[in-house]
């Protein structure tokens, strides 16, 4: 089976900085994403990373360590609308995505 | 671009009677478009895959015969939900495969369904 953790709920104030963290144990692997999804609503895509290190786009950045099986999203200057669930997700040999639980993050203002 | 559809975009149905719901890739062709479903405040579960032309390949734990999926095209794709019952309530979304990233899936809204 497919193993992908990461923590259920995280809050930070607004302008802050939150890192989310995701460790997978998976029977293949073609690369991690991170999907935001509001209540009700379909994901949206913000990162893939195939390669090791740090792929910034914006107030987001994502990281990869696929010899240590973790990742990270880095979300900066946290702003109301990033209240969200934000989901890790692994790409596997037969292109299937096995997603993690998904983290509520919390933006207070 | 990559634009994928779904409807409808809420149901609510009576227990027993079966449900019909669509996925469209509107401006690519998708090679590969799959189902899922997710219970509140959980994450998503893989239902299906359906490949156009050929038969669905079920997840584990999933009833062929109740979750009917065809994908008589290469841009629709349709999950039938047969003699629903009150458990089967939750949102199903549909993802395609076969835009200009090969890695890469695109996803639907989403279907509210509630049976009652």
């Given at each position: 089976?497919?193993?992908?953790?990461q923590?259920t709920?995280?809050t930070?104030t607004?302008?802050a900085?939150v890192?989310?963290?995701?460790t997978y144990q998976?029977?293949?692997f073609?690369?991690?994403?991170?999907?935001?999804?509001h209540a009700?609503e379909?994901?949206?895509?913000?990162?893939y990373?195939v390669?090791d290190?740090l792929?910034?786009k914006g107030r987001?950045?994502?990281?990869l360590?696929?010899s240590?099986?973790?990742?990270?999203?880095?979300?900066?200057?946290l702003q109301?609308k990033?209240?969200?669930?934000?989901?890790?997700?692994?790409?596997?040999?037969?292109?299937k995505?096995?997603?993690?639980a998904?983290?509520?993050?919390?933006?207070?203002? | 671009?990559?634009?994928v559809?779904?409807?409808?975009s809420?149901?609510i149905?009576?227990s027993?009677t079966?449900v019909?719901?669509?996925?469209?890739?509107?401006?690519?062709?998708?090679?590969?478009?799959?189902?899922?479903?997710?219970?509140?405040?959980q994450?998503?579960?893989?239902?299906?895959?359906?490949?156009?032309?050929?038969?669905?390949?079920?997840?584990?734990?999933?009833e062929?015969?109740?979750f009917?999926?065809?994908?008589?095209?290469?841009t629709?794709?349709?999950?039938?939900v047969?003699?629903?019952?009150?458990?089967?309530?939750?949102?199903?979304i549909c993802s395609?495969?076969?835009?200009q990233?090969y890695y890469e899936?695109?996803?639907?809204?989403?279907?509210?369904?509630t049976?009652t």
């Amino acid at each position: 089976g497919q193993n992908i953790d990461q923590p259920t709920e995280m809050t930070a104030t607004e302008g802050a900085i939150v890192q989310i963290n995701c460790t997978y144990q998976t029977s293949g692997f073609n690369g991690l994403f991170w999907y935001q999804q509001h209540a009700g609503e379909a994901p949206t895509f913000l990162s893939y990373n195939v390669l090791d290190g740090l792929e910034e786009k914006g107030r987001f950045s994502s990281f990869l360590s696929r010899s240590k099986g973790y990742s990270y999203l880095l979300l900066k200057e946290l702003q109301m609308k990033d209240s969200a669930s934000y989901l890790c997700a692994v790409l596997l040999d037969d292109y299937k995505l096995s997603f993690g639980a998904g983290t509520t993050v919390t933006v207070r203002a | 671009g990559a634009v994928v559809s779904q409807h409808p975009s809420r149901v609510i149905c009576k227990s027993g009677t079966s449900v019909k719901i669509e996925c469209r890739s509107l401006d690519f062709q998708a090679t590969t478009m799959f189902w899922y479903r997710q219970f509140p405040k959980q994450s998503l579960m893989l239902m299906a895959t359906s490949n156009e032309g050929s038969k669905a390949t079920y997840e584990q734990g999933v009833e062929k015969d109740k979750f009917l999926i065809n994908h008589a095209s290469l841009t629709l794709s349709t999950l039938t939900v047969t003699s629903a019952h009150p458990e089967d309530s939750s949102f199903y979304i549909c993802s395609a495969r076969g835009g200009q990233d090969y890695y890469e899936q695109y996803f639907g809204p989403g279907t509210r369904l509630t049976v009652t």
